[in-house]
């Protein structure tokens, strides 16, 4: 029986190893480290954004200051209107789908249709009682928003807005 000769590796052959190992982990290392050239799938949102925003008529431009009375009686400038599309750009490029709203066991996932959750939740922020989004809304419904999917993913947007994970002052 012949004996296998120990094989060294030279220093070109460690270095080229190394480099494919650094390689792999940059391509599947965690969503979170991820910057935004590197997320191929922020673009996509982002592009499903103009879709849905164009299919809400939401405002894209930034709000306006206004002088608001508040209760206590002092005077603030407090944002009055537009900037939807902003806030929704805001939390669709912070927020980590998966842990928005996860599939399985029979649950259907698609980006465009969180999208579209996340989208009704800014717009019912504006105005709470916004009685033109229906869920019967040929579009709602081809996405697959259900209420109870859309009560799911605004419970969650709460809290990670009171938690503090998602920083922002317009929200």
Do not use: W
């Amino acid at each position: 029986m012949l004996k296998r000769k120990h094989v060294f590796l030279d220093d070109q052959a460690k270095i080229n190893r190394v480099e494919n190992k650094l390689k792999k982990y940059e391509k599947f290392k965690p969503y979170e480290q991820k910057t935004v050239e590197e997320d191929f799938r922020l673009h996509e949102k982002l592009a499903q954004l103009s879709i849905v925003a164009s299919n809400f008529m939401m405002t894209g431009h930034s709000p306006t200051m206004v002088m608001t009375k508040r209760e206590e009686g002092d005077e603030v400038l407090l944002p009055v209107g537009g900037g939807q599309k902003d806030r929704a750009r805001e939390i669709i490029s912070k927020i980590d789908f998966r842990k928005l709203y996860r599939g399985g066991k029979g649950r259907k996932t698609d980006p465009i249709m969180i999208i579209t959750a996340i989208c009704m939740y800014v717009m019912r922020q504006d105005n709470p009682r916004r009685g033109d989004i229906k869920y019967s809304n040929d579009f709602i419904r081809n996405v697959g928003v259900t209420k109870d999917i859309y009560k799911h993913i605004s419970e969650k947007l709460d809290s990670y807005i009171n938690s503090g994970n998602l920083i922002s002052s317009s929200i």
